[in-house]
């Protein structure tokens, strides 16, 4: 009898002991936060101009004259409670002058639509008073201006108890001589209470060039100085033109794997870091078909004031790099935040590159925050770097891109952000929640000076 | 000296305590976030294209050409 009343009694016990954890779980199985609470959509302009001296389409030397503009907009949806869907369209149109001289004998800016017309690739002489070809002015022709349109879609699904998120993507970029797919995946995992997360992500891009190459080159290819191009013009120099070197790109592909890791940690209240680390494998053709090369042991060629090319760029057809990033980023006080990175970089093409870069966003009470920024990069040039006219024709690899020199740049800039909490000004059912505006100015020690404006946009639903 | 730098950092890394959920006012500012930020996505599209180095700062990698 004994026995079945404390039976009875740890049933009973038992019973509202279990009564008291589902009272306890009630709230927190009934209301599971959302991962993403509304539709979110962020509208982001830019405007780049940039102008050098060392334009790689003249092999070194020319106006790098560029311009670009680009607008995108990102749409995030929060899919049921755990899941966010992610679009990203996005349109880049550009203008240079450096392009344009793929053929700078083309002034007839009737190229336009990617024809194929030998008319347009044929050299139209003028007097040099009359603005002859030149490296350091653009030619009217097709290549000086183009369009990129990019989009892509992701999707992320987060675990109930929001310590494992799950992730993928699929994206493409075209322009009139370039195609890009790109398709990734990842997993983040957040331990210690949320206090350690760390991420895996795997990236692969298919891109596919159709090869422009520089007009002299390819006309020469297809007849030598019988074909249409040379057809009526005065070769100054040496008028037995002859790049010998040059032929047409067999592999057209460039693919390019990564896998990136991080590690993220919060160190106090007020402090958190990050370790960045990403393996980079690129193979196929990593050149640039429309870069010129001027050799040393080749006599120059001229028509008008512009030198035709002794061949094009040539590069390896793999390259492995290397980069491992790490932030720090420290609430000094409710007025003052200072965001922190550094970069090492290497490659096997003989680049290693230092990057830090500094944030102190600064609010001004709870709408304004004002953020001076300075970035400072220093990099070693390629193994296959050498300004124009160094290189010679015996060599295997040559290029002539500054962008592959050694060099520093620095870079400084402003941004202003409006944040509105309450969303109150409306677009549709949209509610305005953030406004920033930045500028940074660039200039790289190899005379190269670019200015960028950014405006980006925040509506939730 | 890349073994100083990882031994520092291990210790960075290991020598915290755990900050509370409530605790993370701080950490949760907009401006403490660790990845890239929007904003920021056209600033490194131009540096990837302008210098040799990319990656590692949790933006993209590769593709595209770059060539302009």
Not at chain 1, 66 to 78: G, K, N, R
Not at chain 1, 226 to 246: A, Q
Not at chain 1, 310 to 335: A, H
Request: negative net charge; charged residues 20%; proline residues 3%.
């Amino acid at each position: 009898m004994r026995e079945i009343m404390k039976i009875k009694f740890i049933l009973v016990f038992a019973f509202l002991w279990m009564l008291n954890v589902k009272a306890q779980e009630a709230p927190n199985a009934e209301y599971q936060k959302k991962v993403l609470e509304s539709t979110e959509v962020d509208i982001l302009m830019s405007y780049y101009a940039q102008d050098g001296i060392h334009s790689s389409v003249a092999g070194g030397e020319g106006t790098e004259e560029l311009t670009d503009f680009t607008s995108s907009i990102v749409i995030s949806m929060p899919i049921k409670n755990n899941d966010v869907l992610t679009f990203d369209i996005g349109i880049s149109a550009y203008t240079s002058a450096s392009s344009s001289n793929i053929n700078p004998f083309d002034r007839s800016g009737a190229s336009g639509g990617g024809d194929d017309d030998d008319d347009d690739k044929r050299a139209i002489e003028k007097p040099l008073d009359e603005g002859g070809a030149n490296p350091w002015y653009a030619s009217s022709g097709a290549s000086m201006s183009d369009v990129l349109v990019h989009g892509s879609v992701s999707y992320s699904h987060s675990s109930e108890d929001r310590n494992t998120i799950v992730s993928g993507n699929l994206g493409f970029s075209t322009e009139y001589d370039y195609f890009s797919i790109g398709i990734g995946g990842g997993i983040t995992k957040l331990f210690n209470e949320k206090n350690t997360e760390v991420s895996l992500k795997g990236q692969v891009y298919l891109d596919e060039w159709q090869s422009i190459y520089p007009t002299e080159l390819d006309s020469y290819l297809d007849g030598g100085l019988d074909n249409d191009f040379f057809d009526g013009v005065t070769i100054i120099g040496n008028p037995d033109y002859e790049p010998t070197n040059f032929e047409l790109n067999t592999n057209e592909k460039r693919n390019s794997y990564s896998v990136s890791a991080s590690f993220s940690q919060i160190l106090t209240k007020s402090i958190q870091a990050s370790l960045f680390f990403d393996v980079i494998i690129q193979e196929g053709l990593l050149s640039t078909p429309y870069h010129r090369i001027y050799f040393a042991d080749k006599e120059n060629s001229f028509i008008e004031q512009f030198q035709l090319a002794d061949d094009n760029e040539s590069l390896p057809t793999n390259r492995f790099k290397l980069p491992i990033g790490t932030r720090f980023n420290f609430y000094l006080n409710e007025n003052f935040v200072l965001r922190t990175y550094y970069r090492y970089y290497y490659d096997d093409w003989g680049i290693t590159a230092h990057t830090a870069s500094v944030e102190l966003p600064i609010k001004l009470g709870q709408k304004f925050t004002v953020t001076p920024m300075y970035r400072f990069y220093t990099q070693t040039e390629a193994d296959y770097f050498a300004p124009k006219e160094v290189h010679v024709s015996t060599q295997k690899y040559y290029t002539s891109d500054y962008d592959l020199s050694a060099f520093d740049s620095n870079q400084y800039g402003i941004g202003l952000k409006y944040t509105d909490i309450f969303t109150k000004a409306k677009i549709w059912k949209f509610g305005l929640k953030n406004v920033e505006l930045r500028y940074n100015h660039y200039t790289r020690s190899n005379y190269l000076d670019a200015d960028i404006i950014t405006l980006g946009i925040k509506f939730i639903d | 000296m890349k073994t100083s730098i990882a031994i520092l950092f291990l210790m960075i890394f290991s020598s915290c305590s755990t900050v509370k959920e409530y605790q993370k006012m701080n950490i949760n500012d907009p401006d403490m976030v660790l990845s890239v930020q929007k904003i920021e996505k056209y600033e490194t599209t131009f540096q990837t294209y302008r210098e040799a180095a990319a990656g590692a700062n949790g933006g993209k990698t590769g593709g595209g050409c770059g060539c302009n």
